[in-house]
């Protein structure tokens, strides 16, 4: 006898109305936008800190893995005569080294980036473009402030178009196709 041998005398039934959000059934194109958690439903619309952990983890994981291919690529360079097991010790550091040190850049700079997107938009009581560009624009300052006013200032512009291009994308996958040439000609028009 094992252990699932009475799960059949468990009544499965769907759940109530009111809890809409343990229904398994959803299907993705019932959704509308990947901001809101139900479609239709404009008021349930995912907070900062569900976004930030959302682009903190893609962002870390990414770095990892570029960061790892950093290492192995390095590590191949570097390749020496060394037996076998302290070639493959060299290899795993090389790659332990790079990974972690990019992922946790780029999750630093995402964190940043948006806290900073959510003030701008909290301060100025819009959620537009403009949010994005000025927060991005903050964390290219931010990044390389410590290296003086002219290197802040070329991160300054770097990061505006960074958030520029964070946006078009976002845009363009939640809206369509049509979202990019449609900013890009209101920007153009005023």
């Avoid at 809409?20 to 958690?37: D, K």
């Avoid at 619309?45 to 962002?59: D, V």
């Avoid at 995402?110 to 301060?123: D, H, K």
Wanted: glycine letters at 14%; one cysteine or more; a neutral charge.
């Amino acid at each position: 006898m094992s252990d699932y041998d009475n799960l059949g005398s468990i009544p499965l039934k769907p759940p109530p109305q009111h809890y809409q959000h343990l229904a398994l059934n959803i299907q993705p194109e019932q959704l509308e936008g990947s901001q809101f958690v139900f479609a239709g439903d404009e008021k349930k619309k995912r907070t900062l800190s569900e976004i930030m952990f959302f682009g903190i983890g893609t962002s870390y994981c990414s770095g990892l893995a570029l960061g790892g291919i950093w290492g192995a690529l390095e590590h191949s360079r570097t390749f020496d005569g060394s037996s076998k097991v302290l070639r493959r010790n060299q290899f795993l550091n090389s790659i332990t080294k790079r990974g972690t040190f990019v992922g946790n850049s780029l999750a630093v700079l995402v964190l940043i980036y948006t806290a900073s997107t959510a003030f701008i938009g909290m301060g100025r009581e819009k959620e537009d473009l403009w949010n994005d560009v000025l927060g991005g624009g903050f964390t290219g300052g931010f990044y390389k402030c410590t290296r003086g006013v002219k290197s802040a200032g070329v991160f300054t512009g770097l990061g505006m178009m960074a958030g520029l291009g964070v946006n078009l994308v976002n845009g363009t996958l939640e809206q369509g196709s049509s979202y990019t040439s449609d900013t890009i000609r209101d920007l153009w028009e005023g």
